[in-house]
């Protein structure tokens, strides 16, 4: 039987390892072990026991609904507040950790933390430095069409007040993206300009990180979105099963309802037609004051009342408290 090494043995072997007095490849008697023959080895290859898991598993089915939404209601919302067309464009959507994600953010120009109430956890909007610059340009008046000037430095703390306005409307936009699934009431608590400050999440983290490419005339860059993925696990079977005819149904309606409510309050001329006349552009031409012109007019028959050009009511003239009146006898059809 062979024995056993108690924690002090194995502590002074993985010693003598780490400093070179024992060369992992020989055995016991000293000698390096003979390798196998040509094309008779097996190739082996190294595993990390932590990160051992498939990428692919963190994968949210339908979950690029919500930020196609984002992506669309963003447009909108930057386009409102510099008063420019931008456009944001939803790119790839991928499975990391947070370490991962942290280590290639050189270029990031400003990494702002927004809470996700009630869920768990924060999330991260990334700016990178060409779109940090140039957004600080236009909303200081620069048109979206002449070159930026992107510099070599860190983002400023005025700089980075100004851009930290733009990723509270990003917070209230997915807000509103996410409103089918769940209320979130998200918002910037913090941004930075150091990725090595950041330490919201643990370095083995899984998260799902968006890319989202941004165009202001002659201006592109990139807004990188960061979720912890255990934020938006409660969600998966949910948007797996319903997820796009939920959204579906849940916005239709809700664009019915407003249309409806802006038909109702848009104003429009109603007039009451007694009889009509055609006259050419000479007669007009030729008119004086004191002039009388002759309409064809029934005085018995009904009078047409007309919404904007369409005829949509007979009516029975009158006269009320001195005033010229119609009264609506019947509802015509005709011009819907």
């Known amino acids: ?63 690029d609904v919500v930020f196609n939404s984002f992506a669309r209601y963003y447009s909108i919302a930057l386009s409102n507040s510099l008063q420019q067309g931008v456009t944001v464009s939803k790119g790839e959507v991928t499975s990391r950790f947070f370490e991962d994600f942290i280590v290639q953010q050189e270029d990031a120009g400003l990494l702002g933390v927004f809470s996700l109430d009630p869920l768990k956890g924060n999330g991260l909007l990334v700016f990178d430095k060409r779109l ?9 008046g620069m048109s979206g069409a002449q070159e930026y000037k992107i510099f070599d430095r860190e983002v400023s703390a005025i700089e980075a007040n100004l851009i930290r306005s733009l ?6 936009v997915f807000n509103r993206s996410f409103a089918p699934l769940e209320e979130l009431n998200t918002g910037i608590t913090r941004v930075e300009t150091n990725r090595r400050l950041l330490s919201i999440l643990a370095p083995e983290t899984e998260v799902i990180q968006v890319t989202f490419s941004v165009r202001l005339g002659s201006l592109q860059g990139k807004v990188l979105m960061v979720i912890p993925y255990f934020s938006l696990e409660p969600f998966k079977d949910r948007l797996r099963d319903e997820g796009l005819q939920m959204l579906e149904e849940k916005e239709a309606p809700n664009w019915a309802r407003q249309l409806e409510s802006e038909l109702r309050s848009i104003e429009i001329s109603v007039s009451a037609v007694w009889g009509e006349t055609y006259l050419t552009v000479e007669e007009i031409l030729s008119m004086r004051k004191g002039d009388i012109i002759s309409i064809d007019y029934d005085e018995a028959a009904p009078v047409r009342v007309l919404a904007g050009e369409k005829p949509k009511f007979s009516a029975r003239p009158g006269v009320k408290n001195g005033k010229k009146v119609v009264r609506l006898v019947q509802q015509q059809f005709q011009g819907e």
């Open 132 to 140: 940090c610059f140039g957004l600080v340009e236009v909303m200081l």
């Open 1 to 63: 039987m062979e024995r056993i090494l108690d924690q002090q043995e194995i502590d002074e072997l993985l010693s003598a390892f780490e400093e070179g007095q024992i060369d992992p490849v020989q055995d016991a008697a000293g000698k390096t072990p003979a390798g196998p023959a040509p094309g008779q080895g097996k190739q082996v290859s190294g595993i990390d026991l932590i990160r051992g898991q498939n990428y692919s598993r963190w994968r949210i089915a339908n979950l």
């Open 167 to 172: 990723m509270s409307e990003g917070c209230a």
